[in-house]
């Protein structure tokens, strides 16, 4: 129905003109005015005090419910159909309007005044060439306004000058990208100039043009005109509104973009509505039972014209339309309604659940989206990212190797390993003031070994403290804290520092450290920064004797090739441990120096001034020149990090796959990299029976590969798949095809990377791509670009039409959680974009296992009992309607008063229901974590289906069989114990409604597992608040007042006072529940499911055993880690300001990417937290 | 519901994330109800409730059901069809003869004979089948306040009693077809004595009413006026009746709109066929039985046409017990369903025995 709505809604929207380009000119009101920007004010309410009534009530009868409702509601207007009153729809309708008009009223009101509070915050802004306070909403296009620190940035302003030397500011983007690191923007220089002089900034007459308003974040493209002369604007010159300001006293900013043109405000665009596979069905479900009633309704209208026998025609039309009316509760607007309150509910669980709260950043679990909840309980497939999801992004220095000799592992007397745990004693740093107290190390003799002056050991973090591109921040003396590119670089920066090499800070021409207490200044030469293709960093500094050094540190195949003969028997003993490092699933670096002599520095910086000043082949002439120096280099040694794991992410792993879920990783990360997570986190394990890795550079390698590991894995599978095509959907327009699954033998894995998976991705390979990595119990695919992922994502949804969830936490997950059935943000440490673009966001990966096994579960449960129940409540209330028909001469007579049909599901069956599907549970959350295979049901659809909907159907007919019929038989011909009337139609209506309402009741008992004091209480409550209103509405009192409204006067202590009524409710009740028990029972005795057995045992054992741990064994393997840069490029021609400052404009390296063996470029690894992301525009997919 | 659109609190949020004093825990309350661990009672389908419970009802219901069975059996009813559809019948010239103008009433006279004596009251129904009082428009085509006696209602009736609403620019008091329809036979005992006299069997007319019905629901306009015909001045018959409504009954407490008879035809009827009490006849005091042994006849004044719709009129004489008149099913279905109870027992014991021990104490495949 959705699509249906919103298709009409896209036709009404207007069409705005767009803008191309934006021209503007600053400290020009007037000028700028004349192209009618939108000034700062943003609304983003939807309704004022007169537009509310008309646009709301449109709105909600654009949901073609809502509709449906209101056209019976006409119907029902026209006398000669009317079979009911008008109250019998139009209570619930406006019940049901008013309710969710209350709500979107108090949402709209929320929004007005955090609308207004936002814009009235003050701002300076310069008018007429002095700083004045104003309101934020007035601020216009062209302005120059002055932040100040902590200030947040008020609308999209082009930077003009800052506090900061070179004109820098820093900038936290959390609430923009969710990134809390700080971020460096820059000014131009000829603006920078300015300064904070009002007077020279009034004069300020730059002409800027740009692009039209977008949302972008990571991309700006514009102009800046002064005095003739043409600059360039990028990203980097611009501060986005959301941002805020920190570690700068004041910067200045000209506006580009205000108010709803501000990239943050543009990003707010709705998202698209995602629904869940029970709403489909539902979907479907209600246009059958839509077709079902108008067959029903064209049955009894024949009856009708028989009945009434010649020239009926018309009547029997009427009759058709009044059983329409009469018919309707079979699709009861309260169904919908319930849904949402249901799913409300069962997000509110999540958002309370201590379970998934994380206390160290204080992150309780968020349900972000409460339309979705029971289809956490059918996930089959998950894609998770690695870096931040699995990983806590948090790189641990581990182990080292210098000199030959390795540190790090603790051994006992014997020589034995001693496993390290959160008890071990850790190094004493304090007589190191600056160290950092969380860094934490084991092994004595490296701190040893440095204190007694070995000068390898000195020299190795030396190298560390050096050869970096670390921003320090010192706001206290001694609170020293790292701005790191990359997790690994920090990681070692601050491992230097707490063995006694501290990075203390640093200007483009030198870097200070406190060497082992000692504070030695170094001049920096050069930086050779790292690049993907060169796979190393170096830096060339002269220290303060005067003696030149670089060091580099890099990739071991890289380093190696580059080392200095002599360095062949240390080699050796490092690979050896690099080997050990690299079973233990961890990344390294080899580290390396090299001293030079100053002629040939002198020599050397010369050529690399002109090449980086040469307009042709800058970047080969340059690569040529570190390819030069960086040779002959002497091994210091290596480093391992370790790529800290979350908690708990094996043992929720290995749960979620005995629930028969199928996990595939999605990362950015290199192949090596990924398939130790893969070992680490237990998704690749030894006893598989084998583990296949796609790497072809073809299309035609690949599908050999894949269909080789095919075979392998299942020798009788067919070339072609079997593709199965059917229709789905609404009219079932919707055409799918389903591949379908195929039975392996034992447990296989599959890692694929990223060249192999762009070809597999193809047309002509995806099926093959989908059969195989189908077969396996893992999938690892690496480096994988953020379009991938989402690639990846669709292709499990179009062909295996299972539930997918997809779990990330940085900006390149945002795609693959979009594309999902169901996106989980992590809301971690590397940003609030895939939060934000997520349905459920908490802080670990492990709470996975409970929002999917308990909550998902639960919700599944909850939903599915939900609409059995009210199908059948409601089917077998209609069908009861049809019954009576054949002996009322189908003239659309109700069996029922017409006060119950408005209060049945509004009052006496709502709460009751809602009860059960808000506290059910079939077994509690330790037994479901238990026994992962109670998910399964769900992945199997088995709990609501067409299937059970036509089950549910059949045992209604029976009901409704048994209701009509029985008080039928008992009354027919009957009279009062006094002779006097009781087969008249109040009190035949009264002992229906009567018996209907008793057997729903006990229906609703049986099917509630979970008896709390609330459901008891909505269930004595409803039947007792039945009686009460059924007694008052039938008294003298009532009458007397409304005297056509209430005709029932007296009938219920007329009829409910005789004997013969009561037997017959009870025959009734009992003949409608007892086969149903008896069914139930023999299920349970012949064929249990998991389910019950589960409970059966639960009856016998207060809590579940304890599963038993398995201990973690240790890989034995030869494979080479990745080494430890994740990131894409860094900065190092930002810290080195002098070559920044040459190079102006800045003008992007041209990707050296494009020369990998791959014609993928796109390829790039996942980038942390780059700051100069403008660069990468060629790179970014 | 929650689209993820933007608010401006959203940009404000952080501030109390890293703002100093904001220190508030964002931890979930521990409630039970949060935590979704409110204490529940949890039932489940074993044996130990389940069979227990179906012999139970087996062993309540069959006794209950011969009860019934045994008290339906021992009511009297006698019930006579005096349609006159077969040309044998004696009503049959009057069934045919029917016309709504005759001025003159046909009468008929039906001998029968009643084996047993009725001891106690005896109640006296009128039957009609095919007799749709449940059609919607027929059940509509009232006005509840005219009913009521509001005099506003009595002048303007309520469209619902359209057709029947107003004849020649009058009000029709009472309004509607229901009334217009009303069943209009006179029907009459005769007890005829071995020793030939044909005797008279007295008819209660009242007390056939509901209480409720002839004391709240229906009442004349004007109140107690003791002039009926001063009330129902300015309004006119339905138009097949015989008499005007405020010339009913003679008794003053019965007539017009509260005079039984009508309440009792306008309690319309569930289903086509139907009974209605018509008459009561009282217990006459000593040994001696209300209705003995022996010939009757009844004596019909047969003013209701039923031949047009292929109706059937019936007779019916009842006495009552505590649980109403004749009716076997309750009891016949009371001992059905016991009986099977008992044997489903038996079959689910069975299947429990076979089946059910190995099936839930084997373990859960982990």
Same mark, same amino acid.
């Given at each position: 129905?959705?699509?249906?709505?919103?298709?009409?809604?896209?036709?009404?929207?207007?069409?705005?003109? %767009?803008? +191309?380009?934006?021209?503007?000119?600053?400290?020009?009101?007037?000028?700028?005015?004349?192209?009618?920007?939108?000034?700062?004010?943003?609304?983003?309410?939807?309704?004022?005090?007169?537009?509310?009534?008309?646009?709301?009530?449109? +709105?909600?009868?654009?949901?073609?419910?809502?509709?449906?409702?209101?056209?019976?509601?006409?119907?029902?207007?026209?006398?000669?159909?009317?079979?009911?009153?008008?109250?019998?729809?139009?209570?619930?309708?406006?019940?049901?309007?008013?309710?969710?008009?209350?709500?979107?009223?108090?949402?709209?009101?929320?929004?007005?005044?955090?609308?207004?509070?936002?814009?009235? !915050?003050?701002?300076?802004?310069?008018?007429?060439?002095?700083?004045?306070?104003?309101?934020?909403?007035?601020?216009?296009?062209?302005?120059?306004?002055?932040?100040?620190?902590?200030?947040?940035?008020?609308?999209?302003?082009?930077?003009?000058?800052?506090?900061?030397?070179?004109?820098?500011?820093?900038?936290?983007?959390?609430?923009?990208?969710?990134?809390?690191?700080?971020?460096?923007?820059?000014?131009?220089?000829?603006?920078?100039?300015?300064?904070?002089?009002?007077?020279?900034?009034?004069?300020?007459?730059?002409?800027?043009?740009?692009?039209?308003?977008?949302?972008?974040?990571?991309?700006?493209?514009?102009?800046?005109?002064?005095?003739?002369?043409?600059?360039?604007?990028?990203?980097?010159?611009?501060?986005?509104?959301?941002?805020?300001?920190?570690?700068?006293?004041?910067?200045?900013?000209?506006?580009?973009?205000?108010?709803?043109?501000?990239?943050?405000?543009?990003?707010?665009?709705?998202?698209?509505?995602?629904?869940?596979?029970?709403?489909?069905?539902?979907?479907?479900?209600?246009?059958?039972?839509?077709?079902?009633?108008?067959?029903?309704?064209?049955?009894?209208?024949?009856?009708?014209?028989?009945?009434?026998?010649?020239?009926?025609?018309?009547?029997?039309?009427?009759?058709?339309?009044?059983?329409?009316?009469?018919?309707?509760?079979?699709?009861?607007?309260?169904?919908?309604?319930?849904?949402?309150?249901?799913?409300?509910?069962?997000?509110?669980?999540?958002?309370?659940?201590?379970?998934?709260?994380?206390?160290?950043?204080?992150?309780?679990?968020?349900?972000?989206?409460?339309?979705?909840?029971?289809?956490?309980?059918?996930?089959?497939?998950?894609?998770?990212?690695?870096?931040?999801?699995?990983?806590?992004?948090?790189?641990?220095?581990?182990?080292?190797?210098?000199?030959?000799?390795?540190?790090?592992?603790?051994?006992?007397?014997?020589?034995?390993?001693?496993? %390290?745990?959160?008890?071990?004693?850790?190094?004493?740093?304090?007589?190191?003031?600056?160290?950092?107290?969380?860094?934490?190390?084991?092994?004595?003799?490296?701190?040893?070994?440095?204190?007694?002056?070995?000068?390898?050991?000195?020299?190795?973090?030396?190298?560390?403290?050096?050869?970096?591109?670390?921003?320090?921040?010192?706001?206290? +003396?001694?609170?020293?804290?790292?701005?790191?590119?990359?997790?690994?670089?920090?990681?070692?920066?601050?491992?230097?520092?707490?063995?006694?090499?501290?990075?203390?800070?640093?200007?483009?021409?030198?870097?200070?450290?406190?060497?082992?207490?000692?504070?030695?200044?170094?001049?920096?030469?050069?930086?050779?920064?790292?690049?993907?293709?060169?796979?190393?960093?170096?830096?060339?500094?002269?220290?303060?004797?005067?003696?030149?050094?670089?060091?580099?540190?890099?990739?071991?195949?890289?380093?190696?090739?580059?080392?200095?003969?002599?360095?062949?028997?240390?080699?050796?003993?490092?690979?050896?441990?690099?080997?050990?490092?690299?079973?233990?699933?961890?990344?390294?670096?080899?580290?390396?120096?090299?001293?030079?002599?100053?002629?040939?520095?002198?020599?050397?910086?010369?050529?690399?001034?002109?090449?980086?000043?040469?307009?042709?082949?800058?970047?080969?002439?340059?690569?040529?020149?570190?390819?030069?120096?960086?040779?002959?280099?002497?091994?210091?040694?290596?480093?391992?990090?370790?790529?800290?794991?979350?908690?708990?992410?094996?043992?929720?792993?290995?749960?979620?796959?005995?629930?028969?879920?199928?996990?595939?990783?999605?990362?950015?990360?290199?192949?090596?990299?990924?398939?130790?997570?893969?070992?680490?986190?237990?998704?690749?394990?030894?006893?598989?029976?084998?583990?296949?890795?796609?790497?072809?550079?073809?299309?035609?390698?690949?599908?050999?590969?894949?269909?080789?590991?095919?075979?392998?894995?299942?020798?009788?599978?067919?070339?072609?798949?079997?593709? %199965?095509?059917?229709?789905?959907?609404?009219?079932?327009?919707?055409?799918?095809?389903?591949?379908?699954?195929?039975?392996?033998?034992?447990?296989?894995?599959?890692?694929?990377?990223?060249?192999?998976?762009?070809?597999?991705?193809?047309?002509?390979?995806?099926?093959?791509?989908?059969?195989?990595?189908?077969?396996?119990?893992?999938?690892?695919?690496?480096?994988?670009?953020?379009?991938?992922?989402?690639?990846?994502?669709?292709?499990?949804?179009?062909?295996?039409?299972?539930?997918?969830?997809?779990?990330?936490?940085?900006?390149?997950?945002?795609?693959?959680?979009?594309?999902?059935?169901?996106?989980?943000?992590?809301?971690?440490?590397?940003?609030?974009?895939?939060?934000?673009?997520?349905?459920?966001?908490?802080?670990?990966?492990?709470?996975?296992?409970?929002?999917?096994?308990?909550? $998902?579960?639960?919700?599944?449960? !909850?939903?599915?009992?939900?609409?059995?129940?009210?199908?059948?409540?409601?089917?077998?209330?209609?069908?009861?309607?049809?019954?009576?028909?054949?002996?009322?001469?189908?003239?659309?007579?109700?069996?029922?008063?017409?006060?119950?049909?408005?209060?049945?599901?509004?009052?006496?069956?709502?709460?009751?229901?809602?009860?059960?599907?808000?506290?059910?549970?079939?077994?509690?959350?330790?037994?479901?974590?238990?026994?992962?295979?109670?998910?399964?049901?769900?992945?199997?659809?088995?709990?609501?289906?067409?299937?059970?909907?036509?089950?549910?159907?059949?045992?209604?007919?029976?009901?409704?069989?048994?209701?009509?019929?029985?008080?039928?038989?008992?009354?027919?011909?009957?009279?009062?114990?006094?002779?006097?009337?009781?087969?008249?139609?109040?009190?035949?209506?009264?002992?229906?409604?009567?018996?209907?309402?008793?057997?729903?009741?006990?229906?609703?008992?049986?099917?509630?597992?979970?008896?709390?004091?609330?459901?008891?209480?909505?269930?004595? $409550?409803?039947?007792?608040?039945?009686?009460?209103?059924?007694?008052?509405?039938?008294?003298?009192?009532?009458?007397?007042?409304?005297?056509?409204?209430?005709?029932?006067?007296?009938?219920?202590?007329?009829?409910?006072?005789?004997?013969?009524?009561?037997?017959?409710?009870?025959?009734?009740?009992?003949?409608?529940?007892?086969?149903?028990?008896?069914?139930?029972?023999?299920?349970?005795?012949?064929?249990?499911?998991?389910?019950?057995?589960?409970?059966?045992?639960?009856?016998?054992?207060?809590?579940?055993?304890?599963?038993?741990?398995?201990?973690?064994?240790?890989?034995?393997?030869?494979?080479?880690?990745?080494?430890?840069?994740?990131?894409?490029?860094?900065?190092?021609?930002?810290?080195?300001?002098? !070559?920044?400052?040459?190079?102006?404009?800045?003008?992007?390296?041209?990707?050296?990417?494009?020369?990998?063996?791959?014609?993928?470029?796109?390829?790039?690894?996942?980038?942390?937290?780059?700051?100069?992301? $403008?660069?990468?525009?060629?790179?970014?997919? | 519901?929650?689209?993820?659109?933007?608010?401006?609190?959203?940009?404000?949020?952080?501030?109390?994330?890293?703002?100093?004093?904001?220190?508030? /825990?964002?931890?979930?309350?521990?409630?039970?109800?949060?935590?979704?661990?409110?204490?529940?009672?949890?039932?489940?389908?074993?044996?130990?409730?389940?069979?227990?419970?179906?012999?139970?009802?087996?062993?309540?219901?069959?006794?209950?059901?011969?009860?019934?069975?045994?008290?339906?059996?021992?009511?009297?009813?006698?019930?006579?069809?005096?349609?006159?559809?077969?040309?044998?019948?004696?009503?049959?010239?009057?069934?045919?003869?029917? /016309?709504?103008?005759?001025?003159?009433?046909?009468?008929?006279?039906?001998?029968?004979?009643? &084996?047993?004596?009725?001891?106690?009251?005896?109640?006296?129904?009128?039957?009609?089948?095919?007799?749709?009082?449940?059609?919607?428009?027929?059940?509509?085509? #009232?006005?509840?306040?005219?009913?009521?006696?509001?005099?506003?209602?009595?002048? &303007?009736?309520?469209?619902?009693?359209?057709?029947?609403?107003?004849?020649?620019?009058?009000?029709?008091?009472?309004?509607?077809?229901?009334?217009?329809?009303?069943?209009?036979?006179?029907? &009459?005992?005769?007890?005829?004595?071995?020793?030939?006299?044909?005797?008279?069997?007295?008819?209660?007319?009242?007390?056939?009413?509901?209480?409720?019905?002839?004391?709240?629901?229906?009442?004349?306009?004007?109140?107690?006026?003791?002039?009926?015909?001063?009330?129902?001045?300015?309004?006119?018959?339905?138009?097949?009746? #015989?008499?005007?409504?405020?010339?009913?009954?003679?008794?003053?407490?019965?007539?017009?709109?509260?005079?039984?008879?009508?309440?009792?035809?306008?309690?319309?009827?569930?289903?086509?066929?139907?009974?209605?009490?018509?008459?009561?006849?009282?217990?006459?005091?000593?040994?001696?039985?209300?209705?003995?042994?022996?010939?009757?006849?009844?004596?019909?004044?047969?003013?209701?046409?039923?031949?047009?719709?292929?109706?059937?009129?019936?007779?019916?004489?009842?006495?009552?017990?505590?649980?109403?008149?004749?009716?076997?099913?309750?009891?016949?279905?009371?001992?059905?369903?016991?009986?099977?109870?008992?044997?489903?027992?038996?079959?689910?014991?069975?299947?429990?025995?076979?089946?059910?021990?190995?099936?839930?104490?084997?373990?859960?495949?982990?």
């Amino acid at each position: 129905m959705g699509s249906v709505t919103s298709f009409f809604g896209g036709l009404c929207r207007k069409q705005v003109k %767009i803008e +191309e380009e934006r021209l503007f000119r600053a400290n020009d009101r007037p000028y700028n005015l004349s192209y009618q920007y939108a000034n700062n004010a943003i609304r983003t309410s939807k309704y004022n005090v007169f537009t509310f009534l008309p646009l709301n009530l449109f +709105e909600q009868f654009r949901r073609l419910a809502n509709a449906y409702f209101m056209f019976l509601m006409v119907l029902q207007l026209i006398p000669q159909i009317s079979s009911l009153s008008w109250f019998t729809t139009a209570v619930p309708l406006i019940l049901v309007l008013s309710i969710t008009a209350v709500k979107d009223a108090s949402d709209d009101i929320n929004r007005h005044t955090s609308d207004k509070q936002v814009n009235n !915050r003050m701002v300076n802004v310069l008018i007429d060439g002095e700083l004045k306070k104003e309101k934020w909403m007035n601020v216009q296009v062209g302005d120059i306004i002055k932040l100040e620190n902590n200030q947040f940035v008020t609308a999209d302003l082009m930077l003009l000058s800052s506090s900061e030397p070179l004109n820098l500011v820093y900038v936290e983007t959390a609430e923009l990208d969710g990134e809390t690191n700080l971020k460096v923007k820059q000014a131009l220089t000829v603006t920078g100039d300015l300064g904070d002089s009002t007077d020279l900034l009034a004069h300020f007459n730059g002409e800027v043009r740009c692009e039209p308003p977008n949302n972008r974040l990571d991309k700006f493209k514009g102009t800046l005109s002064l005095d003739g002369q043409t600059y360039s604007l990028d990203n980097d010159k611009v501060l986005l509104r959301g941002c805020t300001l920190r570690n700068t006293e004041w910067c200045f900013g000209l506006v580009i973009f205000g108010g709803p043109d501000t990239k943050l405000m543009q990003n707010s665009g709705k998202t698209t509505f995602k629904r869940t596979s029970i709403d489909h069905l539902m979907n479907v479900l209600v246009l059958c039972i839509f077709g079902f009633l108008a067959s029903m309704c064209a049955i009894l209208a024949i009856g009708s014209a028989i009945w009434e026998g010649v020239g009926a025609g018309l009547t029997s039309f009427l009759s058709f339309w009044s059983y329409v009316i009469i018919l309707n509760t079979v699709v009861p607007i309260s169904l919908y309604v319930s849904v949402e309150i249901i799913r409300l509910g069962n997000s509110f669980y999540i958002d309370w659940d201590r379970k998934m709260y994380y206390p160290k950043n204080d992150t309780p679990a968020h349900a972000r989206t409460t339309t979705l909840n029971e289809e956490l309980g059918q996930i089959k497939y998950i894609f998770s990212d690695k870096t931040g999801t699995l990983t806590q992004n948090i790189m641990a220095f581990n182990k080292c190797t210098i000199n030959g000799k390795a540190y790090g592992e603790l051994f006992d007397f014997s020589g034995q390993r001693v496993e %390290i745990t959160e008890k071990t004693e850790r190094l004493d740093f304090s007589w190191n003031q600056l160290a950092d107290p969380k860094f934490i190390f084991h092994d004595h003799s490296l701190l040893e070994t440095v204190k007694e002056g070995n000068p390898e050991a000195q020299d190795f973090f030396r190298l560390l403290a050096l050869c970096h591109t670390v921003m320090p921040e010192e706001k206290n +003396e001694g609170e020293l804290y790292y701005q790191a590119q990359s997790p690994d670089e920090g990681a070692l920066v601050t491992a230097a520092r707490n063995f006694g090499f501290v990075f203390r800070s640093r200007t483009p021409e030198s870097i200070t450290a406190m060497e082992m207490g000692k504070q030695v200044t170094y001049e920096l030469l050069a930086v050779l920064d790292f690049n993907n293709v060169r796979k190393r960093m170096s830096v060339i500094v002269r220290s303060p004797e005067g003696k030149l050094t670089l060091y580099c540190k890099g990739a071991d195949t890289i380093i190696y090739e580059r080392l200095h003969p002599s360095c062949n028997k240390l080699k050796e003993v490092t690979t050896r441990h690099l080997n050990e490092y690299a079973g233990d699933g961890l990344r390294t670096l080899v580290l390396a120096y090299k001293d030079l002599d100053e002629d040939y520095m002198d020599k050397w910086r010369k050529r690399h001034h002109e090449a980086s000043t040469a307009m042709d082949g800058r970047e080969e002439m340059l690569d040529e020149l570190y390819e030069e120096i960086e040779k002959d280099l002497q091994l210091l040694g290596a480093t391992a990090v370790e790529d800290k794991l979350q908690d708990g992410v094996p043992q929720t792993i290995e749960q979620l796959a005995k629930a028969d879920i199928k996990i595939w990783v999605l990362t950015g990360d290199k192949q090596e990299t990924a398939e130790n997570i893969g070992y680490s986190c237990n998704m690749l394990r030894e006893e598989m029976k084998e583990i296949f890795v796609v790497a072809a550079n073809t299309p035609e390698g690949v599908k050999e590969e894949l269909v080789n590991a095919r075979k392998k894995m299942c020798p009788e599978s067919a070339d072609e798949p079997s593709v %199965i095509s059917s229709r789905a959907g609404l009219f079932w327009l919707q055409k799918i095809e389903r591949v379908e699954d195929e039975k392996v033998e034992g447990e296989y894995g599959l890692v694929i990377n990223g060249h192999s998976l762009a070809f597999a991705l193809e047309k002509d390979l995806h099926l093959e791509l989908l059969r195989t990595a189908c077969m396996c119990q893992t999938v690892i695919c690496c480096r994988v670009t953020p379009l991938q992922k989402a690639q990846v994502v669709q292709l499990v949804k179009k062909y295996k039409q299972a539930i997918t969830l997809a779990i990330g936490d940085g900006a390149n997950d945002v795609s693959m959680i979009k594309a999902a059935h169901i996106g989980v943000g992590i809301s971690g440490q590397e940003g609030m974009q895939a939060v934000l673009s997520s349905d459920y966001s908490f802080a670990q990966f492990r709470y996975l296992q409970r929002l999917l096994l308990v909550h $998902g579960r639960w919700s599944y449960l !909850r939903m599915c009992k939900f609409l059995q129940y009210f199908f059948y409540k409601n089917f077998t209330f209609t069908f009861v309607h049809f019954w009576y028909a054949f002996f009322c001469g189908f003239s659309a007579q109700t069996v029922y008063d017409e006060w119950f049909i408005t209060l049945y599901n509004l009052v006496y069956t709502s709460l009751p229901v809602l009860g059960m599907s808000l506290f059910d549970q079939d077994v509690n959350d330790r037994w479901s974590s238990q026994y992962p295979q109670l998910y399964t049901p769900g992945q199997l659809n088995l709990y609501f289906s067409k299937k059970m909907f036509v089950r549910c159907m059949l045992h209604s007919c029976y009901s409704s069989l048994i209701l009509f019929f029985i008080p039928w038989a008992a009354m027919y011909d009957t009279v009062r114990d006094d002779g006097k009337d009781i087969a008249d139609y109040q009190s035949f209506a009264l002992l229906a409604q009567t018996c209907l309402l008793i057997v729903m009741s006990v229906q609703l008992c049986l099917d509630t597992f979970y008896w709390t004091a609330v459901n008891q209480f909505f269930v004595w $409550g409803s039947l007792a608040s039945y009686f009460a209103i059924t007694l008052t509405m039938y008294s003298n009192g009532m009458f007397l007042i409304f005297t056509s409204y209430f005709p029932f006067i007296g009938t219920a202590r007329n009829s409910l006072t005789q004997p013969n009524v009561w037997l017959t409710i009870f025959l009734t009740s009992l003949l409608c529940i007892l086969p149903v028990v008896a069914y139930r029972f023999i299920v349970l005795q012949l064929r249990p499911t998991v389910n019950d057995k589960v409970r059966h045992k639960l009856r016998k054992e207060a809590l579940p055993a304890p599963a038993p741990r398995r201990p973690p064994t240790r890989r034995i393997s030869t494979r080479r880690s990745g080494y430890a840069f994740s990131h894409a490029q860094g900065y190092g021609d930002l810290v080195t300001s002098r !070559r920044f400052l040459l190079r102006l404009p800045l003008k992007s390296r041209p990707a050296l990417f494009s020369q990998t063996d791959s014609p993928l470029a796109q390829n790039q690894p996942q980038h942390y937290r780059t700051i100069a992301e $403008g660069q990468e525009d060629a790179q970014s997919p | 519901m929650m689209a993820s659109s933007y608010t401006a609190k959203e940009e404000d949020g952080h501030i109390t994330v890293s703002g100093p004093g904001a220190l508030r /825990s964002r931890k979930p309350e521990n409630t039970a109800f949060k935590q979704q661990r409110l204490p529940a009672w949890q039932p489940i389908l074993t044996a130990g409730t389940v069979l227990p419970a179906f012999f139970i009802i087996g062993l309540l219901f069959i006794p209950i059901g011969i009860g019934l069975f045994v008290t339906s059996n021992n009511i009297k009813e006698f019930e006579i069809d005096y349609t006159g559809v077969d040309a044998s019948s004696p009503c049959y010239n009057c069934s045919q003869s029917f /016309s709504w103008n005759s001025s003159r009433p046909c009468t008929c006279s039906i001998p029968f004979y009643l &084996e047993q004596p009725y001891e106690s009251n005896v109640y006296v129904y009128y039957g009609l089948s095919n007799f749709y009082q449940n059609h919607r428009r027929y059940v509509k085509s #009232r006005d509840d306040s005219q009913l009521n006696g509001d005099p506003k209602s009595l002048m &303007e009736p309520s469209k619902e009693c359209e057709p029947y609403a107003f004849h020649e620019n009058k009000p029709i008091a009472p309004c509607g077809a229901i009334a217009n329809s009303m069943f209009n036979d006179t029907l &009459e005992l005769f007890y005829n004595d071995p020793n030939g006299t044909k005797v008279q069997i007295l008819l209660n007319t009242t007390g056939i009413a509901w209480w409720t019905d002839k004391h709240v629901k229906f009442g004349n306009p004007g109140g107690n006026s003791p002039n009926l015909t001063a009330a129902f001045q300015g309004t006119t018959k339905p138009i097949n009746w #015989r008499r005007p409504v405020f010339d009913l009954d003679a008794d003053e407490a019965n007539n017009g709109f509260i005079n039984e008879d009508f309440i009792v035809w306008m309690r319309t009827a569930a289903l086509p066929t139907f009974r209605k009490l018509y008459r009561i006849i009282n217990k006459k005091s000593g040994m001696v039985p209300t209705l003995p042994r022996g010939n009757y006849s009844l004596e019909v004044v047969y003013n209701y046409p039923v031949r047009s719709f292929e109706g059937r009129k019936r007779m019916i004489l009842s006495t009552i017990s505590w649980m109403g008149g004749k009716n076997p099913f309750l009891g016949i279905a009371y001992i059905t369903v016991g009986s099977v109870c008992f044997f489903l027992g038996v079959v689910l014991l069975l299947i429990h025995h076979k089946c059910g021990n190995r099936n839930n104490n084997a373990d859960i495949s982990n």
